[in-house]
Antibody, heavy 130, light 107 residues
Framework: QLQLQQSGPGLVKPSQTLSLTCAISGGRVSSNSATWTWIRQSPSRGLEWLGWTYYRAKWDNDYAVSVKGRITITPDTSRNQFSLHLTSVTPEDTAVYYC????????????????????WGTGTTVTVSS | SVLTQSPGTLSLSPGETATLSCRASQSISSSYLAWYQQKPGQAPRLLIYGASTRATGIPDRFSGSGSGTDFTLTINRLEPEDFAVYYCEQYGSSLLTFGGGTRLEIK
């Protein structure tokens, strides 16, 4: 049973960098069928996908346009975890941040893939305030 | 593609049937559409993937259907624990998009 354990500060000052880590147990960060995902949730923005990192013969990332240029998601294979770094934060970045596993699984009868988030971390409330 | 969920709030009684709608602004593959349930203070939980396949451990009173741009989550015989917020989500163009959610409340 895969579990995700989040860690990181709950308070970040404006203009600083928000950094969160998600430790994986019961699975490998280098899995070929998983993408390691960060999502945030706020009353104003709802559930917002921020980006992911994944290994498919090599490491790669995709990021949301809304945070591109400020976001980095990095895997750490030695510690079996992945991290989120969001620079130059403002109060608009205040949210509950979730790490998650998104699975990509072949559809049995076709060439397509299922994509779905099957495991979530418990969430970290991050407030951006001086 | 934008996902629009309706209604915003649905008020029903236990035992009734809930029908939740998720409409995509562009046609999407059914295999890319999922539904989640979220209760206060908790992370979302996967209910349905591939538009109609129940996730492990999800009761059969939950069912999903639809294709193209119109998808539906149906919850039969509502139980007290089913009152929560429900989100649809789609994969497309190397990213995920969530709908705005439907709050299912006890009437």
């Amino acid at each position: 049973q895969l579990q995700l354990q989040q860690s990181g500060p709950g308070l970040v000052k404006p203009s600083q960098t928000l950094s969160l880590t998600c430790a994986i147990s019961g699975g490998r960060v280098s899995s070929n069928s998983a993408t390691w995902t960060w999502i945030r949730q706020s009353p104003s923005r709802g559930l917002e996908w921020l980006g992911w990192t994944y290994y498919r013969a090599k490491w790669d990332n995709d990021y949301a346009v809304s945070v591109k240029g400020r976001i980095t998601i990095t895997p750490d294979t030695s510690r079996n975890q992945f991290s989120l770094h969001l620079t130059s934060v403002t109060p608009e970045d205040t949210a509950v941040y979730y790490c998650a596993r998104t699975m990509s699984v072949p559809v049995p009868w076709g060439r397509n893939y299922y994509y779905y988030i099957d495991v979530w971390g418990t969430g970290t409330t991050v407030t951006v305030s001086s | 593609s934008v996902l629009t969920q309706s209604p915003g709030t649905l008020s029903l009684s236990p035992g009734e049937t809930a029908t939740l709608s998720c409409r995509a602004s562009q046609s999407i593959s059914s295999s890319y559409l999922a539904w989640y349930q979220q209760k206060p203070g908790q992370a979302p939980r996967l209910l349905i993937y591939g538009a109609s396949t129940r996730a492990t451990g999800i009761p059969d009173r939950f069912s999903g259907s639809g294709s193209g741009t119109d998808f539906t989550l149906t919850i039969n015989r509502l139980e007290p624990e089913d009152f929560a917020v429900y989100y649809c989500e789609q994969y497309g163009s190397s990213l995920l998009t969530f709908g705005g959610g439907t709050r299912l409340e006890i009437k």
